[in-house]
């Protein structure tokens, strides 16, 4: 994990994940996914499951696919500027990329058909066939409902890890109880459900790398006693962007966020640091690692 030589811009991919929680007796749980080593972006990784907007994602017909109409995602979305039928996009590619990269599939069965063969469905997803097709042939539609937006995370012109640039919509949702999360051993090769915190203490003690995103989120996440905590959050307020700034400080890697003394928003996006440092291939804040619960 080494920064980013500097190059030049790139206009950032329209992106989605998705923050999948479950309730644990220490509070809730988070799913992480290990990127595979040898990938071209974010190689070794773990992140939440999630990637590109599909221009497939954005067609798939709402009275039959979806459980919301493409305004209402729109406006959940809060992006006035975004096209409503690429809004819509968004969330499908959430769900998409949950089922493909980690085997859970947020939907609900139609006419006669009695349970989500999540099972079906993936291996269907991966020998080619389109999520409409796989959609209409299990009789399923997407909930969209369960994706509650979170928070918008643009990649920096000079990026700090890997070399492209995304603009990604980070969605909440609670895991399905009757579906097991699994990598695909192909994107991804190890999947984990851990406390916020926890992931952020083996981060910071070198067991797993992690990106900014995934630091800041799961800070934010450890604040939270349950899942229903985090939805009610997310559906209370329109989720922040995030268009980290970078800088260099007496040769150290800095990244400043919304509300910091460097970033040109002076409001706060996300509770805790405003800034995190590069330093000994780790980011931290610039007060150490419990700067990121206070």
Same mark, same amino acid.
């Given at each position: 994990?080494?920064?980013?030589?500097?190059?030049?811009? !790139?206009?950032?991919?329209?992106?989605?994940?998705?923050?999948?929680?479950?309730? %644990?007796? *220490?509070?809730?749980?988070?799913?992480?996914?290990?990127?595979?080593?040898?990938?071209?972006?974010?190689?070794?990784?773990?992140?939440?499951?999630?990637?590109?907007?599909?221009?497939?994602?954005?067609? +798939?017909?709402?009275?039959?696919?979806?459980?919301?109409?493409?305004?209402?995602?729109?406006?959940?979305?809060?992006?006035?500027?975004?096209?409503?039928?690429? *809004?819509?996009?968004?969330?499908?590619?959430?769900?998409?990329?949950?089922?493909?990269?980690?085997?859970?599939?947020?939907?609900?069965?139609?006419?006669?058909?009695?349970?989500?063969?999540?099972?079906?469905?993936?291996?269907?997803?991966?020998?080619?066939?389109?999520?409409?097709?796989?959609?209409?042939?299990?009789?399923?539609?997407?909930?969209?409902?369960?994706?509650?937006?979170? %928070?918008?995370?643009?990649?920096?012109?000079?990026?700090?890890?890997?070399?492209?640039?995304? $603009?990604?919509?980070?969605?909440?949702?609670?895991?399905?109880?009757?579906?097991?999360?699994?990598?695909?051993?192909?994107?991804?090769?190890?999947?984990?459900?851990?406390?916020?915190?926890?992931?952020?203490?083996?981060?910071?003690?070198?067991?797993?790398?992690?990106?900014?995103?995934?630091?800041?989120?799961?800070?934010?996440?450890?604040?939270?006693? %349950?899942?229903?905590?985090?939805? !009610?959050?997310?559906?209370?307020?329109?989720?922040?962007?995030? +268009?980290?700034?970078?800088? !260099?400080?007496?040769?150290?890697?800095?990244?400043?966020?919304?509300?910091?003394?460097?970033?040109?928003?002076?409001?706060?996006? +996300?509770?805790?640091?405003?800034?995190?440092?590069?330093?000994?291939?780790?980011?931290?804040?610039? $007060?150490?690692?419990?700067?990121?619960?206070?």
């Amino acid at each position: 994990m080494q920064p980013a030589a500097p190059g030049l811009p !790139d206009p950032p991919r329209a992106a989605a994940t998705v923050v999948l929680l479950r309730d %644990s007796t *220490a509070g809730p749980e988070v799913l992480l996914l290990r990127r595979h080593a040898q990938a071209s972006n974010m190689a070794g990784v773990y992140v939440f499951p999630g990637g590109k907007l599909d221009a497939d994602d954005a067609t +798939l017909d709402a009275d039959t696919h979806l459980d919301q109409p493409h305004a209402t995602l729109h406006a959940n979305l809060n992006e006035p500027d975004t096209h409503s039928a690429t *809004a819509a996009g968004l969330y499908v590619a959430a769900l998409r990329e949950a089922l493909e990269e980690c085997g859970l599939l947020l939907a609900e069965p139609l006419g006669g058909t009695s349970a989500v063969n999540a099972t079906r469905a993936r291996a269907m997803l991966r020998e080619g066939q389109p999520f409409a097709q796989v959609l209409g042939a299990l009789q399923l539609r997407l909930q969209t409902r369960q994706l509650a937006p979170w %928070s918008r995370w643009v990649t920096p012109l000079a990026p700090t890890m890997g070399t492209r640039r995304f $603009d990604t919509r980070f969605f909440v949702a609670q895991a399905p109880a009757d579906q097991t999360a699994l990598h695909d051993n192909e994107e991804t090769t190890d999947s984990v459900w851990l406390a916020p915190r926890a992931a952020l203490e083996q981060y910071r003690d070198g067991r797993i790398d992690l990106a900014p995103p995934q630091i800041m989120s799961l800070a934010h996440l450890a604040r939270h006693a %349950s899942v229903a905590s985090v939805l !009610d959050a997310a559906r209370r307020q329109p989720p922040p962007l995030i +268009l980290p700034e970078p800088f !260099d400080h007496g040769g150290v890697r800095v990244l400043c966020y919304p509300g910091d003394a460097m970033h040109p928003v002076r409001e706060r996006a +996300l509770p805790g640091p405003t800034r995190l440092h590069y330093h000994a291939r780790r980011f931290t804040p610039e $007060d150490g690692f419990e700067a990121l619960f206070r």
